[in-house]
């Protein structure tokens, strides 16, 4: 074990993946080939959620897995986690009708000016309920995105999936996070990139499989 560690800490792009369980490391490869054409194109059937056009579209010239940056592994409850999301769409309602009702509402409504105070008074509700779901279930906010702008975007695939997973029974989620650097463009630039592969079960029987959590046309995070 201790060796494993030593290894994985002098070379991470190596040793950690080889401790990255095969499945995992299929559903990476199978997605980053995809996206460099040298694979079949319906590994980007793995994003979860599906397939936006803007995600069908993207592309890389080359790819590599620099390194396996963490895991991480939890188990809750299917009701607090659709109470938490509950309380803070809640939230963040509330906080637009206030901002609607200071800018007199109206589809020709303009610019709403806030003060400092008055922003942080009307966000102060939404960023408890932030809180409180980054404290309960800290593994499920991430890939949730909850605490940034990107957890209202209507292509967030969570928030459907808490949705369907219903509210009985307990649930699994793993999460393996990946830094991919790839070369793209005529400039053939070099980006490095997160690559989150997830697995979603419930007691009740679903299973999302292993999928590509999306940060591509939505979310560069």
Same mark, same amino acid.
């Given at each position: ?13 190596? !040793? ?5 369980? !095969? ?6 490869? *199978?997605? /980053?080939?995809?996206?460099?054409? *040298?694979?079949?194109? !319906? =590994?980007?059937?793995?994003?979860? =959620? ?29 009701? #607090?986690?659709? #109470? ?6 809640? !939230? ?8 609607? %009702?200071?800018?007199? =509402? ?8 806030? *003060? ?38 209507? %292509? ?16 699994? /989620? ?48």
């Amino acid at each position: 074990m201790r060796t494993a560690l030593l290894l994985c800490l002098i070379f991470p792009a190596v !040793a950690c993946a080889q401790e990255t369980p !095969a499945p995992v490391q299929r559903a990476a490869e *199978t997605y /980053l080939k995809a996206l460099s054409v *040298t694979g079949d194109d !319906a =590994g980007r059937e793995l994003l979860l =959620g599906g397939v936006t056009l803007d995600a069908r579209l993207s592309g890389v010239d080359s790819w590599r897995i620099v390194s396996r940056d963490y895991v991480q592994k939890e188990n809750g409850s299917l009701k #607090t986690a659709t #109470t938490l999301m509950a309380d803070l769409d809640k !939230a963040g309602r509330r906080s637009l009708t206030e901002l609607l %009702k200071k800018g007199g =509402g109206g589809d020709d409504m303009g610019v709403v000016e806030l *003060t400092r105070e008055e922003a942080g008074r009307l966000l102060a509700p939404t960023k408890e309920r932030n809180q409180a779901f980054l404290n309960t279930l800290p593994v499920l906010a991430h890939v949730a995105r909850v605490g940034r702008e990107v957890y209202w975007h209507p %292509k967030n695939p969570v928030r459907p999936l808490l949705q369907q997973a219903g509210t009985n029974g307990t649930y699994d /989620l793993e999460l393996y996070h990946f830094t991919v650097e790839s070369t793209e463009g005529p400039r053939r630039e070099t980006r490095r990139w997160p690559l989150r592969i997830v697995r979603f079960t419930t007691s009740g029987g679903l299973d999302t499989g292993w999928k590509v959590l999306p940060a591509s046309d939505w979310s560069p995070d």
